[in-house]
């Protein structure tokens, strides 16, 4: 289909049909021998080319050669260029689901006449075409690699999907690099860990491994240490693949930096080959290597590799909330998850299923440092995506929730009596997790000898690594405490199987898709409100607009206007909330409520 044809500049173009696409790439030493990596097909394969860029195709994939020769200091929108044209070619031969990027930069470590050095510069470029392109999309990256050739043009590789599954993976040791702070750039690295694309038939896959290196957490270890560096992209590698990592995305498989094919290694000094090539041969044995002499694009790294694993699965069974939690966040990464509205029906905060996973996976990292599975944390929360970030936080670390009310709209002195009862019922042994607002309303009243943590308190943007507790289908996921008549506390406990199958019952009996969207305006720390604003579309990954309480009581009804807005097939309100939005109704002009 396609090849990427590493070789010294003076040297002949390697042979090749002349409608296949390839690049050529500067990056072989005097002493060495060009490296063609060549992509096959089984299908039969079309060929297109238009001016410089080269496509194959094959009914499944699509493999793109393209590149510039720059022209004076355009490197960064020359690049926004090249990547807009690129998105369009996808979208003229419907081959819309990028899984592989190559991109080969010269003198990737220098600056450009503005001081500003060439990676960032293309960085920029990419990331503007990306925003521009996909503006609702523009978190979801797929894997690549971005690295620095030793002359010549720019060249950029894309392979592509028509169809079939494909799902992007991030190292949960390595923050996603679009988390990167500024330092690394003013516009964040646009790439993916690595993407898991599923064969159109049969049960095949693979698994494009990016450009991996010495980064942990977004800091770059072991500067000067070549050894170490090897082993930690290995690490990174085997982390990445691993059946843990895998399984978290609804992957039934797991692999190893060992079980790699098409292993490629860049290495910035010829001094450290010998060392690098000793150690992938005890790493990866019996593969062939390519060992290519290129610039990392950061400065302060040597190395960085990359391979291609695949095989065959079975699509896995989720069982606990914690598996559809990490199923669904991953397939639905780009789709919204929660909009929150505010009193006045305005869109006040919204967050992407990808950003949740990260937000989460952040605090549970953060919580499992405090806690251990099956302690017990109150959640005192206003209704919004803070609650649903700390939820699953919660729910991902084996915590058992016990959610009361809080907020504006409810009594201090009521939310104070809550965790009294808890403490009463419990004898100590919880803390209580809030938003800043129930901190300062409630915290410095409460008993002495309870813990008030926010999410701000407990967020660690140098977090580095997020453990996966194993979780059982019969461990408590929440659990609520009320007073009975008699003044006795009642204490009803939900496990993960509880919830889940509720979720799944009322999915059944609603008719929820994946492509619902849904109104809420339920309590979220009852019962039903949990499980339909929360449990539910995590279960189904369902987008959910999320609504100041008593929104639907107000005059020209906001829950009707925003389940006209958001075009929403199913809300929860209740049956009090229908009949006043029913009484006050006066206009349903403009009001599209068809797919309710
Ligand atoms: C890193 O982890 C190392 O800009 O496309 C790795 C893979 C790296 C891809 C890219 C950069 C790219 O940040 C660098």
């Given at each position: 289909?396609?090849?990427?044809?590493?070789?010294?500049?003076?040297?002949?173009?390697?042979?090749?049909?002349?409608?296949?696409?390839?690049?050529?790439?500067?990056?072989?030493?005097?002493?060495?021998e060009s490296v063609a990596e060549i992509w096959y097909s089984?299908?039969?394969?079309?060929?297109?080319?238009?001016?410089?860029?080269?496509?194959?195709?094959?009914?499944?994939?699509?493999?793109?050669?393209?590149?510039?020769?720059?022209?004076?200091?355009?490197?960064?929108?020359?690049?926004?260029?090249?990547?807009?044209?690129?998105?369009?070619?996808?979208?003229?031969?419907?081959?819309?689901?990028?899984?592989?990027?190559?991109?080969?930069?010269?003198?990737?470590?220098?600056?450009?006449?503005?001081?500003?050095?060439?990676?960032?510069?293309?960085?920029?470029?990419?990331?503007?075409?990306?925003?521009?392109?996909?503006?609702?999309?523009?978190?979801?990256?797929?894997?690549?690699?971005?690295?620095?050739?030793?002359?010549?043009?720019?060249g950029v590789v894309f392979l592509a999907k028509k169809a079939?599954?494909?799902?992007?993976?991030?190292?949960?040791?390595?923050?996603?690099?679009?988390?990167?702070?500024?330092?690394?750039?003013?516009?964040?690295?646009?790439?993916?860990?690595?993407?898991?694309?599923?064969?159109?038939?049969?049960?095949?896959?693979?698994?494009?491994?990016?450009?991996?290196?010495?980064?942990?957490?977004?800091?770059?270890?072991?500067?000067?240490?070549?050894?170490?560096?090897?082993?930690?992209?290995?690490?990174?590698?085997?982390?990445?693949?691993?059946?843990?990592?895998?399984?978290?995305?609804?992957?039934?498989?797991?692999?190893?930096?060992?079980?790699?094919?098409?292993?490629?290694?860049?290495?910035?000094?010829?001094?450290?080959?010998?060392?690098?090539?000793?150690?992938?041969?005890?790493?990866?044995?019996?593969?062939?290597?390519?060992?290519?002499?290129?610039?990392?694009?950061?400065?302060?790294?040597?190395?960085?590799?990359?391979?291609?694993?695949?095989?065959?699965?079975?699509?896995?069974?989720?069982?606990?909330?914690?598996?559809?939690?990490?199923?669904?966040?991953?397939?639905?990464?780009?789709?919204?998850?929660?909009?929150?509205?505010?009193?006045?029906?305005?869109?006040?905060?919204?967050?992407?299923?990808?950003?949740?996973?990260?937000?989460?996976?952040?605090?549970?990292?953060?919580?499992?440092?405090?806690?251990?599975?099956?302690?017990?944390?109150?959640?005192?929360?206003?209704?919004?995506?803070?609650?649903?970030?700390?939820?699953?936080?919660?729910?991902?670390?084996?915590?058992?929730?016990?959610?009361?009310?809080?907020?504006?709209?409810?009594?201090?002195?009521?939310?104070?009596?809550?965790?009294?009862?808890?403490?009463?019922?419990?004898?100590?042994?919880?803390?209580?997790?809030?938003?800043?607002?129930t901190k300062r309303r409630v915290g410095e009243r409460s008993?002495?000898?309870?813990?008030?943590?926010?999410?701000?308190?407990?967020?660690?943007?140098?977090?580095?690594?997020?453990?996966?507790?194993?979780?059982?289908?019969?461990?408590?996921?929440?659990?609520?405490?009320?007073?009975?008549?008699?003044?006795?506390?009642?204490?009803?406990?939900?496990?993960?199987?509880?919830?889940?199958?509720?979720?799944?019952?009322?999915?059944?009996?609603?008719?929820?898709?994946?492509?619902?969207?849904?109104?809420?305006?339920?309590?979220?720390?009852?019962?039903?409100?949990?499980?339909?604003?929360?449990?539910?579309?995590?279960?189904?990954?369902?987008?959910?607009?999320?609504?100041?309480?008593?929104?639907?009581?107000?005059?020209?009804?906001?829950?009707?206007?925003?389940?006209?807005?958001?075009?929403?097939?199913?809300?929860?309100?209740?049956?009090?909330?229908?009949?006043?939005?029913?009484?006050?109704?006066?206009?349903?002009?403009?009001?599209?409520?068809?797919?309710?």
């Amino acid at each position: 289909m396609g090849a990427i044809i590493y070789q010294k500049a003076e040297a002949e173009p390697w042979p090749l049909p002349r409608e296949v696409p390839r690049i050529y790439v500067q990056m072989v030493r005097p002493q060495d021998e060009s490296v063609a990596e060549i992509w096959y097909s089984s299908n039969a394969v079309r060929y297109e080319s238009t001016g410089t860029t080269t496509i194959a195709h094959d009914g499944e994939y699509l493999f793109v050669a393209t590149g510039f020769t720059e022209k004076g200091d355009q490197l960064e929108v020359q690049t926004e260029r090249l990547y807009l044209e690129t998105f369009r070619l996808l979208d003229r031969l419907a081959y819309t689901t990028i899984c592989r990027i190559w991109n080969y930069v010269p003198e990737v470590n220098q600056d450009d006449r503005n001081g500003h050095e060439r990676y960032k510069v293309f960085c920029s470029g990419r990331s503007k075409a990306f925003t521009q392109y996909f503006p609702e999309a523009d978190t979801e990256f797929s894997a690549a690699t971005g690295i620095g050739s030793m002359g010549g043009d720019v060249g950029v590789v894309f392979l592509a999907k028509k169809a079939g599954e494909v799902i992007h993976l991030e190292n949960p040791e390595q923050t996603p690099a679009y988390f990167y702070p500024e330092q690394y750039g003013p516009r964040s690295p646009s790439f993916a860990r690595a993407t898991y694309a599923r064969s159109q038939v049969g049960r095949g896959y693979h698994i494009f491994v990016s450009g991996t290196a010495s980064v942990i957490g977004y800091e770059s270890v072991h500067q000067g240490d070549i050894t170490r560096q090897v082993e930690t992209s290995i690490d990174n590698i085997n982390t990445v693949v691993s059946a843990i990592n895998l399984n978290a995305y609804g992957i039934n498989s797991g692999h190893g930096a060992h079980s790699l094919s098409s292993v490629k290694v860049y290495i910035r000094h010829e001094r450290d080959f010998a060392t690098v090539k000793a150690l992938c041969e005890r790493h990866c044995p019996n593969r062939p290597i390519a060992y290519l002499h290129a610039d990392i694009c950061r400065s302060d790294l040597d190395v960085e590799i990359e391979g291609v694993a695949y095989g065959e699965d079975r699509p896995s069974v989720p069982a606990t909330l914690r598996d559809y939690f990490t199923l669904q966040t991953a397939r639905n990464a780009r789709k919204p998850a929660y909009i929150y509205l505010d009193e006045n029906g305005e869109e006040c905060d919204q967050i992407s299923f990808l950003l949740l996973r990260h937000k989460v996976f952040n605090i549970a990292s953060c919580l499992q440092r405090r806690f251990k599975k099956g302690d017990k944390l109150v959640l005192a929360y206003s209704p919004g995506i803070e609650f649903v970030i700390a939820y699953y936080a919660c729910i991902l670390s084996g915590l058992v929730v016990i959610p009361i009310p809080a907020g504006d709209q409810v009594e201090t002195e009521y939310t104070l009596q809550k965790i009294q009862l808890v403490a009463e019922t419990l004898d100590g042994g919880f803390a209580v997790l809030c938003d800043d607002d129930t901190k300062r309303r409630v915290g410095e009243r409460s008993l002495p000898d309870i813990e008030f943590l926010t999410l701000g308190d407990l967020w660690d943007k140098h977090q580095k690594s997020f453990e996966f507790i194993a979780v059982e289908r019969d461990d408590i996921a929440t659990l609520w405490i009320a007073s009975d008549s008699a003044g006795d506390a009642k204490v009803v406990s939900l496990s993960h199987d509880d919830l889940v199958e509720k979720a799944r019952a009322e999915i059944e009996n609603w008719d929820y898709t994946s492509q619902s969207v849904s109104v809420s305006c339920v309590p979220h720390y009852r019962y039903l409100g949990l499980v339909f604003s929360m449990i539910l579309p995590i279960c189904n990954g369902t987008t959910t607009i999320l609504m100041a309480p008593g929104a639907f009581v107000r005059p020209q009804t906001d829950w009707l206007r925003a389940i006209s807005h958001y075009r929403a097939t199913h809300s929860i309100v209740a049956t009090s909330g229908y009949e006043a939005c029913v009484a006050r109704l006066t206009n349903m002009q403009d009001m599209e409520v068809s797919g309710f």
